[in-house]
């Protein structure tokens, strides 16, 4: 794939995409397309954000010395971004968070996660310069191989650093419950391919005990990366309120796409239920769909409106949340020595792929 020109990998990546899936939504992949040819403003984050394909041919391309079999391997979130971090309730009812989208996850380079983070937050336009981007992350990343593996369950560890900071983060981005259902409403559309006795079982199945009532089936077009994908929402009534769930279909990892070592199934499962986190109990990889619980309180920190003091410090905890997955495979040790004295050559890893992703989405833009 050396060589080859973002539009040319674009093709060959949904072309196998289409072959795995059961459908594809080709008006959302339609859409996708027209965003990722816009020119100004955010244009390059928005590429990244749809294009891990691309990003996962180009980052060994660039960088080959950061993807070395002297790296070490983890089982990585893949498509990390500054807009992949957001909040949950565990099982307790308590507010949780961390990365929320995990469908890229497959076993890679720890260094993948780490430069990819550093690039989004340098292009999403954070009024923060980058050598602070990579500063921040890395700070927040070694302090949790220091202290260990510990989900960010919010306002109940006093000792965790930016634990309070980000409940009142959290709780302040949540906002009106009934203006969340009203902008997700105005968001559904009717499926485009009724909902198959599988997906209909699991998204029953992940519902709480009880009546559900009032179900209804809908589409929706959403983020970026995933367009095109079968995407069902099923909203109905339990108790007196609304409820929501997601079923999306998964497919391998891109990373392993360009590699050419696409295995049978997806670490995504893995990595909801590890030791890690404290877990959403309704959200789940199963028979190639991903499911999970839409709600108020299951939704992204939006990163846009925060103070730059607030952005550093959420680069910190999104950097030690990187190191909690990234523990899961590999010892505190083996990864703080692989980055020991690497802060200047992860700057320049993060400039290079600056530079990378806007010279793709510029030759992206002139083609279409």
């Known amino acids: 794939m050396s060589g080859s020109s973002a539009r040319d990998l674009t093709d060959r990546y949904e072309n196998w995409m289409a072959e795995r899936l059961p459908y594809v939504e080709q008006e959302h992949l339609k859409a996708k397309h027209k965003q990722m040819a816009k020119t100004g403003g955010s244009a390059a984050f928005r590429f990244l954000r749809g294009t891990f394909y691309l990003w996962s041919v180009r980052f060994p391309e660039a960088l080959p010395e950061l993807v070395a079999s002297t790296v070490p391997t983890v089982v990585g979130v893949g498509d990390v971004h500054v807009e992949n971090f957001g909040t949950w309730r565990d099982a307790e009812g308590r507010l949780v968070w961390g990365a929320n989208d995990v469908d ?42 220091i202290g260990g593996a510990r989900p960010f369950v919010l306002a109940y560890a006093d000792d965790q650093p930016w634990q309070e900071e980000l409940w009142k983060l959290a709780r302040a981005r949540t906002g009106d419950p009934v203006d969340w259902w009203q902008k997700l409403d105005s968001k559904l559309e009717p499926p485009t391919h009724p909902p198959g006795v599988d997906v209909k079982q699991h998204v029953s199945g ?16 959403a983020g970026m990366g995933s367009l095109g994908r079968p995407r069902l929402v099923a909203t109905g009534s339990w108790f007196g309120g609304r409820i929501c769930r997601e079923a999306k279909a998964t497919l391998p990892s891109a990373w392993d796409w ?17 030791s890690y986190r404290a877990p959403d109990p309704y959200s789940a990889v199963v028979d190639g769909w991903s499911i999970r619980r839409l709600a108020p309180d299951s939704d992204k920190i ?41 802060d200047a050559r992860l700057l320049d890893a993060t400039t290079t792929m600056v530079r990378v992703v806007e010279h793709d989405q510029q030759d992206y833009a002139e083609t279409a």
């Open 104 to 145: 890229e996850a497959t076993g890679m380079p720890c260094t993948q996660d780490l430069v990819r983070l550093m690039t989004s937050a340098a292009l999403a336009g954070m009024a923060v310069d980058t050598a602070d981007i990579v500063d921040q992350v890395l700070d927040g990343y070694r302090s949790q191989l």
């Open 206 to 221: 992940s519902f709480p005990a009880g009546p559900v009532t009032g179900l209804s089936w809908r589409t929706r077009e």
């Open 258 to 274: 360009a590699r050419g070592s696409i295995g049978a199934g997806t670490p995504a499962g893995q990595l909801l239920t590890s």
């Open 302 to 342: 939006d990163i846009a409106a925060l103070e730059a003091t607030d952005k550093r410090g959420l680069l910190r905890c999104m950097g030690s949340e990187l190191a909690n997955i990234h523990l899961e495979a590999a010892g505190a040790d083996v990864l703080g020595q692989a980055l020991s004295g690497m």
